[in-house]
């Protein structure tokens, strides 16, 4: 089994900044790419930006230049930096990790989610 234990979600205002962490702890032998998604009411969940292990990255067109996505592979944490926020990035954010088990299995969890809400 996996854990993953999302922190640093909250309430700012536009223009602001915060900083999404996800911590990753269990089972893990590898970890292929990590990923945050987000889910706003009354839309799908979509992607906001990946890294895989490597340090390959890959962003949504709306986030692009503003949020940065980090990892520490000794943590088996990714972040996600979020700068000049707007009110429409207001969502439940989900961090998503991709991996093998010893085993040598696949695996793939999510966090628990962590609320974000831009508003003046």
């Known amino acids: 089994q996996v854990q993953l234990v999302e922190s640093g979600g909250g309430l700012v205002q536009p223009g602001g900044s915060l900083r999404l962490s996800c911590a990753a702890s269990g089972s893990i032998f590898k970890i292929y790419a990590w990923a945050w998604y987000r889910q706003a009411p009354g839309k799908q969940r979509e992607l906001v930006a990946t890294?895989?292990?490597?340090?390959?990255?890959n962003y949504a067109d709306s986030v692009k230049g503003r949020f940065p996505i980090s990892r520490d592979n000794a943590k088996n944490t990714v972040y996600l930096q979020m700068n000049s926020l707007k009110p429409e990035d207001t969502a439940v954010y989900y961090c998503?990790?991709?991996?093998?088990?010893?085993?040598?299995?696949?695996?793939?969890?999510w966090g628990q989610g962590t609320q974000v809400t831009v508003s003046s």
């Open positions: 890294i895989t292990s490597g340090g390959s990255t």
């Open positions: 998503n990790l991709g991996g093998t088990y010893y085993t040598g299995n696949y695996f793939n969890y």
